[in-house]
């Protein structure tokens, strides 16, 4: 017998969201005073899943422009429809997109197109740096809230760039807010 009836009156099984996978990196760093190495952050900081971070973009990787192109898209879906099942998508897509190589191309894109705006995009940023449990999505939250933030952002960008991973680009967010 077939458990479709019974699927359709309890609903579908929820998808894990992968920012449940770890602590959240926002939250460590607003507990860190900054004083040595904090190993748990250390951890969730350098895991995402992947580690095209460090590649140049060889043979048989996605160009730069592709890998943009993907988030623009999740991006553009979850504004869209703002659901649970989007919000994963972009999480996932930032897991396997290295962001400080693509941030520049990325804002350039976001700024000459005009499909999603800077409001649209702003409380997918803002969620992006509470939830986010893995490096690159964290940092997708950044480069976007340096484009479509506001300047009562500065003190969550200012939490996350106590850490060095992540200062490069906070500076040039809050340059960014701050119009300098």
């Known amino acids: 017998m077939s458990m479709a009836p019974f ?7 929820r998808e894990r969201p992968p920012w449940e996978d770890g602590p959240l990196i926002y939250s460590l760093l607003r507990e860190w005073d900054g004083n040595g190495p904090h190993q748990l952050l250390i951890g969730a900081a350098s895991t995402s899943g992947n580690h095209a ?3 140049t973009g060889g043979h ?12 623009l898209n999740a991006l553009k ?6 659901d649970d099942k989007r919000r994963i998508e972009l999480y996932r897509v930032a897991l396997r997109v290295p962001i400080f190589r693509c941030a520049d191309e990325l804002l ?7 499909v999603v705006g800077p409001k649209d995009v702003r409380p997918h940023a803002r969620w992006l ?12 939250g950044v480069a976007l809230l340096g484009l479509a933030g506001t300047k009562e952002d500065v003190l969550d960008l200012q939490v996350i760039g106590k850490h060095n991973d992540f200062s ?4 040039l967010a809050i340059k960014n807010l ?3």
């Open 7 to 13: 699927s359709r009156f309890w609903g579908a099984a």
């Open 60 to 71: 048989g990787e996605p160009s730069v422009a592709d890998l943009v192109q993907r988030v």
């Open 178 to 180: 701050l119009g300098e």
């Open 129 to 140: 740096i509470k939830v986010a449990a893995h490096r690159e999505p964290l940092l997708l």
């Open 53 to 55: 971070s460090q590649s």
């Open 168 to 171: 490069p680009l906070v500076v």
């Open 77 to 82: 879906r979850l504004v869209h429809k703002n």
């Open 108 to 114: 350039d894109t976001l700024r000459r197109q005009d």
